[in-house]
């Protein structure tokens, strides 16, 4: 049996949806840090104060990382209650098919 001509594609292209999605990714982090650096810039010199890159990095890590990690518990909060739900609605929907099966046509 001959192997899937598709299946030997470069690997940009088999895993397209993979790049485009880490492209998106990047290009949202990098938009946050340097919309956040030029905030950053105004608000030191509206202070009068001299902008230091090291604190501004703090200051945008930690933000990315709340974002991140309410983001994480919002999926996992999503991914627990459909494992909770699920099974139940299958198991209804076995029944239901059974009961059906067993009525007198």
Do not use: C
Not at 19 to 26: D, E, K
Not at 40 to 57: E, N, S, V
């Amino acid at each position: 049996m001959a192997a899937d001509p598709g299946l030997q594609r470069q690997p940009t292209i088999r895993y397209g949806f993979v790049w485009v999605a880490f492209v998106v990714l990047l290009g949202s982090v990098l938009g946050q840090w340097i919309a956040g650096w030029l905030a950053y810039l105004d608000q030191q010199q509206m202070h009068g104060a001299t902008p230091d890159f090291a604190a501004y990095a703090h200051q945008a890590f930690r933000a990315l990382m709340q974002d991140w990690q309410s983001e994480f518990l919002s999926v996992v909060s999503q991914i627990a209650g459909l494992g909770v739900v699920y099974p139940w609605v299958r198991l209804n929907r076995a029944k239901a098919t059974r009961a059906r099966t067993k009525s007198p046509a």
